[in-house]
């Protein structure tokens, strides 16, 4: 059974820092791109940020740049994302999810939306007070 697992949620003041960890189930995350979405109450998963497989491409979305970095531990086979400079609005339930087990994610790769990538973790809830 193929599936991730997500850690490092938490509750943390405005302005702080969390680390997210990515780890893979029954395969080999390092092959495949993985990207982390967010989830806020009453509001559509988005994307935050994504790292490819062949190259280590990084992408982010706008409101996270310069304060995110997405990172791959390859001896490890994990994914990190390091959130600085958290902000109340970053406040929501994060999920990592993997994408590449089929060609139609080539289509669009990192771009693609969450039906789009085909594993994902169960979420790990970051809350920001201010």
């Known amino acids: 059974q193929l599936r991730l697992v997500e850690s490092g949620g938490g509750l943390v003041q405005s302005g702080g820092s969390l680390r997210l960890t990515c780890a893979a189930s029954?395969?080999?995350?390092?092959?495949?791109?993985v990207k982390w979405f967010r989830q806020a109450p009453g509001k559509e998963r988005e994307g935050v940020s994504c790292i490819t497989a062949t190259d280590g491409t990084t992408t982010y979305e706008d409101s996270v740049k310069d304060r995110f970095t997405i990172s791959r531990d390859k001896g490890k086979n994990l994914v990190h994302l390091q959130m600085n400079g958290l902000q109340p609005e970053d406040t929501g339930v994060y999920y990592c999810?993997?994408?590449?087990?089929?060609?139609?994610?080539?289509?669009?790769?990192?771009?693609?939306?969450?039906?789009?990538?085909?594993?994902w973790g169960q979420g790990t809830q970051v809350t920001v007070s201010s």
């Open positions: 029954g395969f080999t995350l390092n092959m495949y791109a």
């Open positions: 999810a993997a994408g590449g087990f089929r060609a139609s994610w080539y289509i669009r790769g990192c771009s693609a939306g969450p039906s789009e990538f085909e594993v």
